[in-house]
């Protein structure tokens, strides 16, 4: 590069100092290792807002002011006593503003290894910074406004971050948790697949996603965990109500499948159930057209048999008719006020008669229960599950009836200790059709619709019918009638 012999090294010396774009400063070394400002280019000037005659000749400590002054001293002093260049980062408060800077400084020796001079650099970053902390404050701004919950843990598990939806969901205050370290502050929490999902995802450094019970709360949550070299992240929600609803609808699914499973079995059911009679009815009548072809006496007794076979037939169709009428609304009851103590007492003798050998105990409250009802229908509901606690113990085995009264309503429930349910039958042993396994299709008669019938009666009365039951130890079901029943 030739020079333009109008312009002499020394002056373009000057113009590269003034017009380069970082700021460039002189420092000389005096006795006392004192550093004074010897030359600066314009950037410096204009980057701190000083005036030439305020840098220039002075002492750095009387222009560079506090906290930034000792860092620069003791870089300077490291530069010669290491006698190479020095690099550090400096946040200064000039009358233009806070300045961010990286600023490099490179000693200047004698031939006696005496350092003269410094010169520096500084790299002035200060729109970079500025674009990096308006980036933090509107993430900042972005993350407390977000629906879910954050918090950000250090490497030792001390929150770092907490925003205002995620303090909502700890019951705490953010302020209150800042600082503070996770397992003291929520020691339940070691051992959760929470806690162990945290621990895991700050060792592996890979994200992670859990939906778990947070035990201690009986609340479910929803983590997203993004770990980084300073500790991790964690965006959460409580997704209890979601749960709770798919839940839901996951039962709600189970039980519309089981009826449509039941009502398709209904048809095998209620074939082999009502074969069964009119077999036998068709098979005696046929006996007795035998003995008339034959003008033979016929045996009274053999008419009697065809009762026994024709009762069922009857009570199987009464039941299909009943529940079809009292899933349509087309019943009404007949509410009467009655001595609930002494109509039980009549039906359990009832059932002592037919069953002599079979102990009924019966536990009775001390006044009477006089309530509102439809005695023809309760007893349909009664005489089921006494029928069902028959049917499903073994012979002999004790059956006890109580009747409680509580302060809106009186339970009568029927207890037995005979094979019990399986719970995952028990929601749906008030649908219809609903029999018991296979075995108990088997061993025993029956549609399947008392339960259901009686579910149906107890809601026309406002009131519940129930059960509670244990395979090996017996079943309890119970209703509940409203001491005030209004006609529907
Ligand atoms: P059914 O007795 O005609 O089958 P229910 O509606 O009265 O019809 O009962 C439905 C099912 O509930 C029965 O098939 C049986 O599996 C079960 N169940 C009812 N009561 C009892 C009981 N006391 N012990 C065991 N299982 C019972």
């Known amino acids: ?15 590269i100092f003034d017009y380069l774009a970082d700021v460039l400063f002189y420092i000389s070394v005096e006795p006392g290792q004192k550093f004074r400002f010897v030359s600066v280019n314009q950037s410096f000037l204009s980057v701190t807002g000083l005036e030439k005659s305020q840098v220039v000749g002075r002492y750095i400590e009387e222009v560079i002011p506090p906290p930034s002054i000792s860092l620069v001293i003791e870089n300077c002093h490291r530069a010669i006593k290491e006698k190479r260049s020095t690099h550090w980062h400096e946040v200064t408060v000039y009358p233009k503003g806070t300045k961010y800077g990286d600023v490099t400084v490179v000693p200047v020796f004698d031939g006696q290894g005496n350092c003269i001079s410094l010169i520096g650099t500084v ?44 303090a909502e969901l700890l019951g705490k205050k953010a302020e209150d948790l800042i600082g503070k370290n996770y397992w003291v502050e929520f020691p339940e929490a070691k051992g959760t697949s929470f806690a162990n999902a945290y621990v895991k995802a700050m060792n592996s450094q890979k994200p992670m996603e859990i939906i778990a019970e947070y035990p201690a709360w ?30 839901e609808l996951l039962t709600a699914k189970k039980i519309a499948e089981a009826a449509t499973i039941a009502k398709t079995n209904f048809l095998e059911i209620a074939a082999h159930e009502l074969r069964n009679p009119v077999t036998g009815i068709y098979l005696m009548i046929q006996a007795i057209l035998k003995k008339m072809g034959k003008n033979q ?63 009924i105990t019966f536990v009775q409250p001390q006044k009477p229960a006089v309530i509102n009802f439809d005695p023809v229908r309760i007893y349909q509901v009664f005489s089921n ?10 012979k002999g085995s004790p059956i006890e009836v109580t009747l409680e009264e509580h302060s809106t309503s ?26 018991g396994g296979v075995d108990i299709k088997i061993r025993h008669t029956g549609l399947g619709l008392g339960l259901a019938i009686s579910h149906q009666i107890m809601s026309l009365h406002n009131g519940k019918i129930g059960v509670e039951s244990e395979m090996g130890s017996g079943s309890t079901f119970y209703f509940d009638l409203p001491k005030k029943v209004d006609s529907p």
């Open 1 to 15: 590069m030739t020079l333009s012999p109008h312009i002499q090294p020394p002056e373009i010396e000057t113009i």
């Open 123 to 166: 790299h002035d970053v200060t729109p970079l910074k500025e674009a990096d902390q308006l980036a933090t404050s509107q993430l900042h701004n972005m993350m407390e406004r977000i629906s879910d919950g954050l918090v950000a843990f250090d490497r030792d598990f001390n929150y770092s971050w907490v925003n205002k939806r995620g």
């Open 218 to 247: 009986n609340r479910w949550f929803e983590n997203r965990i993004y770990p980084s070299e300073d500790g991790i992240t964690i965006f959460f929600s409580d997704i209890t109500e979601r749960m709770k609803k798919e839940h």
């Open 297 to 359: 006496v016929i045996d009274p007794s053999l008419i009697t048999k065809l009762l026994s076979p024709a009762e069922r037939l009857n009570r199987m169709v009464s039941d299909l008719l009943d529940l079809s009428r009292l899933e349509k609304n087309k019943v009404d009851l007949n509410l009467i006020s009655s001595n609930m103590i002494q109509l039980i007492k009549d039906w359990i003798e009832e059932f002592q008669l037919k069953d002599p050998d079979r102990q």
């Open 385 to 394: 599950m006494m029928e069902n606690a028959f049917k499903y113990t073994p």
């Open 410 to 435: 009186i339970r009568v429930s029927v207890i037995d200790h005979g094979e019990g349910i399986p719970k995952e039958r028990l929601p749906l042993i008030f649908t219809p059709f609903s029999r």
